[in-house]
């Protein structure tokens, strides 16, 4: 399993992109939204969180193609695999879907906006519910996604895990989701920078006394 990779850009073509970690150069699968934040970076050295699938069918002597699939950030990485894990989907739909960031899909799950899902390229109104129904209470950590100012860039990366982690640490305290997102969602809307889960916290339980 190859969970990151990193080296310069060479490529970015319609549903891939190409990136050269010397002695190689690998094909990155990558989704619409992502390729559209990559198309400025090519030459520049990048860092992807990926997972790895096989492609093919493997009865009747057919090929099969290992394939890597790359995220800007882990949550979404996280959010594609839960994406593809609903019948009917699978990797090559979900990457179809990528069009929007996952922030807003996630809402869109969440609120069980099947019209808006829908409309996604290759998700009809049947894969829609169904994706609803499987995924909508696993949605509230992506929603709370910090928005990215570019591709594969650190600093958005550990936003986004900070932010999951206290979700987690808020739920485990005994905070309902709903509740653990609006108080992480009020804490967000100052502005602030938070280094670490701890000061997520603090700020969160400073704003409730």
């Known amino acids: 399993m190859i969970l990151n990779i990193a080296g310069k850009l060479t ?3 319609e549903s891939s992109i190409a990136i050269e970690s010397s002695p190689f150069e690998y094909e990155v699968l990558v989704g619409d939204y992502t390729r559209r934040q990559l198309q400025s970076k090519v030459g520049q050295s990048i860092r992807l969180h990926t997972m790895d699938y096989i492609e093919g069918n493997a009865q009747g002597g057919g090929r099969l193609t290992p394939r890597l699939v790359g995220f800007a950030t882990e ?4 959010f594609f695999d839960l994406f593809c894990s609903v019948d009917g989907v699978g990797v090559k739909k979900a990457l179809r879907a990528m069009v929007r960031p996952v922030k807003e899909l996630a809402v869109m799950i969440e609120q069980q906006d099947a019209k808006g899902l829908s409309a996604l390229p290759g998700i009809g109104p049947a894969t829609s519910e169904r ?3 499987k995924l909508r209470r696993k949605m509230p950590r992506f ?4 928005d990215q ?7 958005d990366s550990e936003s986004n895990q900070v932010v999951s982690e206290t979700f987690d640490a808020l739920v ?3 905070h309902a989701e709903a509740e653990a997102r609006r108080l992480i969602d009020e804490a967000l809307a100052t502005k602030k920078k938070f280094k670490d889960t701890e000061a997520l916290l603090t700020a969160i339980y400073q704003k409730s006394i």
């Open 11 to 13: 490529q970015v073509t």
């Open 75 to 78: 949550p979404e990485r996280q």
């Open 131 to 133: 994706i609803i129904a």
């Open 143 to 146: 929603a709370l996604m910090v």
């Open 149 to 155: 100012a570019g591709p594969a860039g650190e600093t």
């Open 172 to 174: 485990t305290l005994g």
